[in-house]
């Protein structure tokens, strides 16, 4: 299982050396879009709207827009020193609370952990420590980039890393539009739904809920394969190099018009008179 982070995890005195391991996948069935005339795959381009031309990563800077089209410029040593400050410190656990306190609208994504070398013994005396107390330990740490409010909980036999929301990133209920009043339902109406719930109600098994949607469409793609109903990409037409900027643009219209462009003609000499009575003369 891929290593994204390592460091410590540590609660009093005690430090726990660790690696941490996404605990989740996402598998979503990625669909590519191509262009129907020829079926090859669009390609998106960094375009700069004022010099209109496609920019290159190391041209790319970050800022944060504080205003309409008002940026503070930021560089990556900026970036980086805030990032090392700030992943040089220990995963520290600041509290104990029990996981029934956390409603699930702060939970965010999950991570396994894992001991490093030597510190297995911690991890098992924390583990332990959790498992007899039935609390969870709250941390603040650095997931790329980001500070992250984090829960330490046991997950079967394993540690895990469960990220939560800032209270200041969910947002209010009173924002939510439509939302009815209290209103008073028929006894009987209440009585009739605790009985729809409790026929309903059974014990968890992750197992049986499949993502129907997700395995139809493989099936629909396997089908179409197998079937030849494929199509292959054209290979692009080698075309002449594109001019990098305006000026280059500019120059090679230029030059293009310079050679599309006739010759002008020769100019012929006109007959004057004085010349027509030299010829006369001559011939007598």
């Known amino acids: 299982m891929h290593t994204m982070w390592k460091g410590t995890i540590s ?28 079926q090859s795959p669009i390609k998106y ?52 609370v029990k996981l029934e306190e956390i409603d699930p609208i702060y939970f965010e994504k999950s991570y396994y952990l894992s001991p490093s070398e030597g510190g297995g013994k911690a991890y098992s005396l924390l583990r332990s420590a959790l498992k007899e107390t039935g609390k969870i330990g709250i941390a603040k740490m650095i997931i790329r980039s980001k500070e992250q409010l984090a829960v330490i909980r046991i997950y079967q036999n394993t540690l895990i890393v469960e990220t939560i929301h800032f209270p200041d990133e969910v947002r209010s209920v009173q924002d939510v539009p439509n939302v009815p009043e209290e209103i008073d339902s028929g006894e009987k109406e209440i009585e009739t739904a605790k009985m729809l719930i409790e026929q309903l109600t059974t014990e968890f098994e992750p197992e049986k809920y499949t993502d129907e949607y997700r395995n139809a469409l493989l099936e629909l793609i396997e089908a179409k394969k197998n079937g030849d109903d494929v199509a292959t990409a054209k290979d692009a037409p080698k075309t002449e190099e594109k001019a990098t900027n305006l000026m280059d643009a500019l120059q090679a219209s230029l030059d293009r018009a310079k050679q599309d462009k006739p010759k002008p003609k020769q100019p012929t000499k006109r007959k004057t008179k004085t010349t027509t009575q030299k010829k006369k003369v001559a011939n007598k």
Do not use: W
């Open 11 to 38: 609660f009093g005195l005690v430090n726990i050396p660790v690696k941490m391991h996404a605990a989740t996948e996402n598998k979503d069935v990625k669909l590519r879009q191509l262009h129907k005339e020829c």
């Open 45 to 96: 381009e960094r375009v700069c709207p004022i010099c209109d031309r496609e920019i290159e990563n190391d041209e790319i800077v970050k800022a944060y827009e504080y205003a309409k089209n008002k940026f503070v410029m930021l560089d990556d040593e900026d970036l980086e020193t805030l990032k090392k400050e700030q992943s040089d410190k220990a995963v520290e656990i600041v509290d104990f």
